[in-house]
């Protein structure tokens, strides 16, 4: 660190006393550990190759910031030249990339597939530092609204403006939405274990996070549908049969269990402001909504550490 960076620390302490949201979350995660995962992102890093990539793993973090504080490709190129929070986080880095250069990294992100591989690095390095006592998940989905666009204008390759490409109608409890759904399997902990994307009007009962021999709690809308772990499905009336007391009392306890289901769309729409997305495709839908989960599990790790 130069002497720059240095005061720059010092300036840091400061902030840091009068509160930093960020405070403590590079302590969480052993950031050293994902970068074998993105080590072959690129195909440059060779005697042969161009222009020297930026660290993959402040990549990621810059992500994470832009996720975090749902900041554009602009407005976070020019926040982590700006704000000394962000540069801390980062660790102070000699050199800062562009808007085009972030851009760029979360498409590889999105075409690979490395968004999920990361996530579930960062989600096993927190589950490691908290002993679940007791093993049990929970599963619902949420909309992530998208832009319909106007009636008439062609979607999917031939679209050419920011209408969304992959996103599709659905209709619940009479609302209408458009664009696409967040699953999420969460546990005890209220730590999202599992995570998927699809569009809309895929139905929540046929997206199975359950994992084997582990209790799943899921709302009436997967009775009947499979279930990998033990199913703690609630019980659901059909036609001229009422659900007996039994089945009443059971969705009772059900529900009091899954409410905690609840809590990561509750900070990913309040706090994170993610209930809509400007991107136009589903693979860019998916690394955001990845991020944004990350974003999610340090917050609640960096609680839970609080009241340990």
Excluded at 108 to 131: C, P, Y
Excluded at 190 to 214: C, Y
Aim: glycine share 6%.
């Amino acid at each position: 660190m130069n002497l720059y960076h240095a005061g720059l620390s010092e300036l840091y302490r400061e902030i840091e006393e009068l509160g930093d949201p960020l405070t403590g979350i590079s302590d969480l995660i052993d950031f050293e550990k994902i970068r074998p995962i993105l080590a072959d992102l690129f195909i440059n890093d060779t005697d042969m190759g161009g222009r020297p990539n930026y660290d993959p793993v402040l990549m990621i973090k810059i992500l994470l910031l832009q996720q975090w504080y749902n900041l554009s490709d602009p407005q976070i190129e020019r926040e982590i030249r700006d704000r000394i929070s962000f540069l801390n986080f980062l660790g102070y880095p000699d050199k800062l990339p562009d808007r085009n250069t972030i851009w760029y990294f979360r498409e590889r992100l999105s075409k690979t597939g490395k968004d999920r591989s990361v996530f579930n690095e960062i989600r096993d390095q927190i589950l490691a530092r908290h002993i679940r006592i007791k093993p049990g998940t929970m599963q619902d989905a949420s909309f992530i609204e998208s832009d319909r666009g106007k009636y008439g204008k062609p979607r999917g390759d031939d679209a050419k403006t920011r209408r969304s490409k992959d996103g599709k109608s659905a209709t619940k409890n009479h609302e209408k939405h458009f664009g696409y759904k967040a699953h999420t399997l969460v546990n005890e902990l209220k730590i999202i274990e599992k995570l998927a994307v699809t569009p809309a009007n895929i139905h929540d009962s046929q997206i199975d996070l359950s994992i084997p021999g582990i209790i799943c709690y899921r709302d009436k809308g997967y009775f009947g549908s499979e279930c990998k772990g033990i199913n703690g499905t609630m019980d659901r009336a059909v036609r001229g049969y009422p659900l007996p007391v039994k089945s009443v009392r059971r969705n009772l306890r059900i529900a009091r269990i899954r409410s905690k289901v609840e809590h990561p769309y509750a900070f990913f729409k309040r706090m994170f402001h993610f209930d809509h997305v400007m991107v136009t495709t589903g693979k860019r839908v998916r690394v955001k909504t990845y991020f944004t989960a990350m974003c999610y599990n340090l917050l609640r790790a960096r609680f839970l550490d609080g009241v340990a």
